[in-house]
């Protein structure tokens, strides 16, 4: 089962380093965050094949719960957020909120009460490892689920804008392709909830796998026929 994580970790980087490469022509404030976002999702999944092949520690679980279960999400939302919203004190309210979220998680992690019996699990649970109702467990349910429906939001009300347009039919499939991949790594959620580790391990390669392939069919250009 470490064999699909390290899968998402592989593609994972890959879409960074494409968004890199267009970053560093054009400067946009939110493809910088979602490159920041991919580089914690290929961590959080590394920290899963290490804790899956060889066993979880203490710090492998906190990369994996602050970059993956944690952060990654509100960083994909807030690079959506600057990109259809390009006021500036959205971009500075954006990254303040993205700082102190950071922040507020790393603080919260370090002085976290850790269960070493729930780690010996080989997907441990985060109510069982930092306790049911903790602040550590309750970062995910606080910070991530209402970023992702943020980022959901943004991306069905962009590809509703482009509907019927030929012009840009390429970038209409990409943006409904990156929303079904989020929603499939979200639903991984379920499984990893519930401790199976092969539904989760295969969402976390099949969702990432999706919105990569949704940002290379964006990318494309449409060419329309002349009237």
């Given at each position: 089962?470490?064999?699909?994580?390290?899968?998402?970790?592989?593609?994972?980087?890959?879409?960074?380093?494409?968004?890199?490469?267009?970053?560093?022509?054009?400067?946009?404030?939110?493809?910088l965050?979602?490159?920041?976002?991919?580089?914690?999702?290929?961590?959080?999944?590394l920290?899963?094949?290490?804790?899956?092949?060889?066993?979880?520690t203490?710090?492998?679980?906190?990369?994996?719960?602050?970059?993956?279960?944690?952060?990654?999400?509100?960083f994909?939302?807030?690079?959506?957020m600057?990109?259809?919203?390009r006021?500036?004190?959205?971009?500075?309210?954006?990254?303040?909120?993205l700082?102190?979220?950071?922040?507020?998680?790393?603080?919260?992690?370090?002085?976290?009460?850790?269960?070493?019996?729930?780690?010996?699990?080989?997907?441990?649970?985060?109510?069982?490892?930092f306790?049911?109702?903790?602040?550590?467990q309750?970062?995910?349910?606080?910070?991530?689920?209402?970023?992702y429906?943020?980022?959901?939001?943004?991306?069905?009300?962009?590809?509703?804008?482009?509907?019927?347009r030929?012009?840009?039919?390429?970038?209409?499939?990409?943006?409904?392709?990156?929303?079904?991949?989020?929603?499939?790594?979200?639903?991984?959620?379920?499984?990893?909830?519930?401790g199976?580790?092969?539904?989760?391990?295969?969402t976390?390669?099949a969702?990432?796998?999706?919105?990569?392939?949704?940002?290379?069919?964006?990318?494309?250009?449409?060419?329309?026929?002349?009237?």
């Amino acid at each position: 089962m470490w064999v699909f994580p390290l899968v998402a970790a592989i593609v994972a980087f890959a879409f960074g380093g494409r968004l890199a490469s267009t970053w560093a022509t054009r400067r946009a404030s939110h493809e910088l965050l979602w490159i920041v976002a991919l580089a914690m999702y290929g961590l959080a999944s590394l920290a899963v094949v290490a804790g899956v092949a060889g066993g979880w520690t203490r710090v492998e679980y906190q990369v994996y719960w602050a970059l993956g279960a944690v952060l990654n999400v509100p960083f994909l939302a807030g690079g959506e957020m600057l990109l259809l919203f390009r006021a500036p004190w959205v971009r500075w309210a954006t990254w303040l909120a993205l700082v102190f979220l950071s922040a507020f998680t790393v603080a919260t992690l370090q002085g976290a009460a850790m269960d070493p019996v729930a780690l010996a699990e080989t997907l441990p649970l985060g109510r069982e490892v930092f306790g049911a109702g903790s602040a550590a467990q309750r970062l995910a349910p606080t910070i991530a689920y209402p970023a992702y429906i943020l980022l959901v939001a943004g991306a069905t009300w962009s590809a509703w804008r482009m509907r019927g347009r030929p012009d840009v039919r390429a970038r209409f499939v990409g943006t409904v392709l990156i929303a079904v991949g989020a929603t499939v790594v979200a639903a991984g959620a379920a499984f990893a909830v519930k401790g199976m580790l092969a539904g989760f391990s295969a969402t976390l390669a099949a969702g990432i796998s999706i919105m990569f392939l949704g940002f290379l069919r964006a990318a494309r250009r449409d060419h329309v026929a002349a009237a």
